[in-house]
Every structure is written in structure tokens, then in C-alpha cells.
């Protein structure tokens, strides 16, 4: 059995919660009980409001218009004070979390010195921090991670970048859901990996996916969190696909694209998958069908013999296959060392670098 007594909500009940209940059941008016306690209404106000703190005098006052004891008042105001202060130390602690600085750099947030946890709060659009963790925690607790084990992804930090997705999808005109049309675009789409610079091939992306019903959006990860990728069901007929441009590679990216492609096309809406990074990776039954998916669109299976004969040393042999398979060279490297057949720190400079100047105009 618990112990009640540990219960601590996250709310603050004023003592004016309890004086109004007791005027209703009692039908008693603001203007008489005003007269009863000598006051006006607006100073009756102001204390069903909690702007008025419970004197002794006060809840000797309140003894004989309502009664209980003044005692029970003055606890009542104890509790309500000591509730407030410890929902001001989760705040402050609620704050100190939220990677504040790189969302202010990055133009994600409005910072008022004066008032951070309202900035904070019309960030997330969300009224209070309960109202936030009913929102951020429960759903980042649903998350499918894939993550090493020695990693533990700050929740705050998580949330600010799913947010931030959330924002900038809803500038994206998106018609609805097709999972079908998604599925065959993704052969168009696999045709933009050749695209050098992503100032041509993310206005491409983003509008050949929006036709679908997926809004691509990317935003950069702010300290404590290392994801990749998410996708998500924002809407039932609209879904939001996230990409961080972590590594900033093509090999990284367009990988971590057909993944999360892959899970919107076999999964659905069944969760929020969020794609973090580490060497050790646990991998559930749906990341390994996602990634299996992700190989399958670059390289199909019938070129992957021919893939294992790359002679990865010889750049006209690596150059050859990626036009046969019509994705770039670095991603033919990439998944190279992702079978084994190559070291990951070997061969690397096929593989195309982007810079975050490219990047971070295309969502604004």
C-alpha cells in the first residue's frame, strides 16, 4: 500500500480554493461574506485570488464567519506557501535543464531575463512545467531509442528538438498522408543522394515529401541530445520526419533519411522513433526492419555482390558502382563500413562534408 502522505501534487491549492468552495455550498454571496468579515469585495477578491496571505488575525476572522479553527486556516496557509516554493524549485530546476543558450543562439527561442520560465513555457506552448512534463516526459518515454547504453539523452534537451520540429513543420504545406505515393517517391528522392550542394537537394526533399504528407524538417541538436532522426505522427494524416545533420556526411544523412522513411512505411503511427547515436547500439526488432529498409532502398539486394567486389581502393571502381546504383560514392563507402569491409576511419574522404552556413537557411 503507499503512503499518501509522500503525495505531493504538482499544482498549489490557495486557501481562497477552499473559502470560495465553502461559499458555494453554503450559497453564501462575495458582497455578504464581504460584510460578515467587515471588508470590501475587492479586498474579498484579491483573498479568493491568493493575493491576500492568511494573517493570524485574518483566520481568527475567518473562524467565526465559516469557521473551521483558525488553526486549520493558518496550516491551510502554511501548506499553500510551502507548495509555491516548491514549485518555484521545480522551475528553476526545469530551467537549469532546457539547453537555454544554444536555443537563444539559434534563434529558437525569445528569452525574456526577466521571466524565463514564461519564455520557456510559450516555447513548448504549454501553460505550466506539469503541463509540460505531462506533454514532453510521457511522450519521450514512449520513445523507441537507439542509443549506447553508456548514454543517457537529457530529456529537456530532447524535447527542445522535438519542438522545434513541431514549429518548423507547421510551416510546411503538407497534403495528407499517402503511404503509397511516399513509397514510390522514395526512388526520386534516392536520385538527389547525387546532388552535391543541400541548397539544391533539401528544397527537393522537403517538397517531394510534403506532396506525401511528411514534413521534412532540420534543426540541429543542442547539448544532451545526440540524435539523429525522428519521425512522428504530428496529425493522423500528417507526419513529421526530423533529420540533425549530425555527422554533417551525405553517407550519415541520406542513410538516416531512408531510415526514418522506413519506419514511417512499416511502423505508422505505433510510436515516436527517435534515432540517437552511439557505437554500442541495442537495437530493437524495428530499428534492425528500419535499417534493413535503409540498405535495401540504396542498394538493393541484387547489387549487393557486386558491392562486396568494390575495389574500395580504386576510385574510378567505387565511382562506377555508386552511378550503377545511383547514389553518391561516400554512401557507397558508408555502408562498405557499416558490413565490415571497411575500417570507419578509412576511405572517408569520398564522402561529401557539409557545412551548417548550407544547412540552417533551408527550414527559415
Known amino acids: 500500500m503507499s503512503n499518501s502522505s509522500n503525495f505531493q501534487p504538482n499544482w498549489a491549492s490557495k486557501p481562497g480554493d477552499t473559502i470560495a468552495d465553502i461559499l458555494s455550498e453554503r450559497k453564501i454571496s462575495v458582497p455578504t461574506f464581504a460584510d460578515k468579515m467587515n471588508s470590501s469585495t475587492d479586498y474579498i477578491h484579491s483573498l479568493l485570488a491568493g493575493y491576500v496571505g492568511l494573517t493570524k488575525d485574518l483566520c481568527s476572522k475567518l473562524e467565526v464567519v465559516l469557521g473551521p479553527s483558525a488553526d486549520f486556516w493558518l496550516r491551510r496557509e502554511i501548506q499553500y506557501r510551502e507548495s509555491l516554493a516548491r514549485l518555484k524549485q521545480i522551475e528553476e530546476n526545469w530551467i537549469k535543464e532546457l539547453p537555454i543558450k544554444e536555443m537563444v543562439n539559434w534563434g529558437w527561442l525569445k528569452l525574456d531575463v526577466n521571466n524565463k520560465i514564461d519564455s520557456c513555457l510559450q516555447y513548448f506552448g504549454v501553460s505550466s512545467v506539469n503541463a509540460w512534463q505531462t506533454k514532453y516526459q510521457t511522450e519521450i518515454a514512449m520513445v523507441n531509442f537507439r542509443t549506447s547504453p553508456a ?178 560514392p561516400g554512401i557507397v563507402i558508408g555502408q562498405l563500413q557499416h558490413i565490415g569491409k571497411i575500417e570507419y576511419s578509412k576511405m572517408n574522404s569520398y564522402k561529401r562534408r557539409y557545412s551548417w552556413d548550407d544547412i540552417a537557411p533551408i527550414n527559415h
Not at 532540420?218 to 505522427?233: D, E, L, N, Y
Open 151 to 328: 548514454y543517457k539523452p537529457q530529456p529537456a534537451a530532447v524535447a527542445a528538438w522535438l519542438r522545434q520540429g513541431e514549429i518548423q513543420s507547421e510551416k510546411i504545406n503538407c497534403n495528407p498522408w499517402n503511404a503509397k505515393l511516399f513509397k514510390e517517391k522514395l526512388v526520386h528522392i534516392k536520385k538527389l543522394t547525387r546532388i552535391k550542394n543541400p541548397g539544391e537537394f533539401l528544397p527537393q526533399l522537403i517538397d517531394l515529401c510534403a506532396d506525401c504528407g511528411v514534413a521534412v524538417v532540420i534543426a540541429r541538436t543542442p547539448s544532451g541530445c545526440q540524435a539523429s532522426g525522428v519521425t512522428k505522427f504530428i496529425q493522423p494524416d500528417r507526419a513529421l520526419l526530423m533529420l540533425s545533420f549530425r555527422y554533417l556526411t551525405d553517407d550519415h544523412f541520406w542513410f538516416t533519411f531512408f531510415h526514418e522513411a522506413g519506419h514511417l512505411l512499416l511502423h505508422g503511427n505505433k510510436s515516436v522513433f527517435v534515432e540517437e547515436i552511439g557505437k554500442d547500439k541495442v537495437l530493437s526488432t524495428q530499428e534492425i526492419e528500419a535499417n534493413d529498409f535503409a540498405a535495401e532502398q540504396l542498394i538493393p539486394a541484387e547489387l549487393r555482390i557486386q558491392l562486396m567486389r568494390v575495389a574500395f581502393t580504386n576510385k574510378r571502381s567505387v565511382v562506377s558502382f555508386a552511378a550503377l546504383a545511383g547514389i553518391s
